[in-house]
Nanobody
């Protein structure tokens, strides 16, 4: 059974940076395209970023493009999200997501919220 465990969240001032990590276990990491979503209080999931199973292709929501960078280390079974120039509106719980094995990159790019599993989340609060 796959498990995803996020870490790295915290309180940061506007303009600051954080690096989130997601430890993957219970399967073959390179089998899966991965991503990040976030959820602010009282709101639904907001897609943030995607990365293909070998890290060769990425996608970003317009709201984070140019500020966030997704990456993965397949040797360490770990997914990352580097977040720079953070804004108060980035405040949310951030979740690492896994997509069903065999799902095409094209399909995931069109429907990034159609993941089949996510971790427990890590809270990011951007405030002065």
């Amino acid at each position: 059974e796959v498990h995803l465990v996020e870490s790295g969240g915290g309180l940061v001032q506007p303009g600051g940076s954080l690096r989130l990590s997601c430890a993957f276990s219970g399967g073959t990491f390179t089998t899966y395209h991965m991503g990040w979503v976030r959820q602010a209080p009282g709101q639904g999931d907001e897609w943030v970023s995607l990365i293909d199973n070998y890290g060769g292709s990425t996608r970003y929501a317009d709201s984070v493009k140019g500020r966030f960078t997704i990456s993965r280390d397949n040797g360490k079974n770990t997914l990352y999200l580097q977040m720079n120039s953070l804004k108060p509106e980035d405040t949310a719980a951030y979740y690492c997501t896994k997509y069903r094995q065999g799902t095409s990159w094209w399909y995931i790019s069109q429907r990034p919220l159609d993941y089949d599993y996510r971790g427990q989340g890590t809270q990011v609060t951007v405030s002065s």
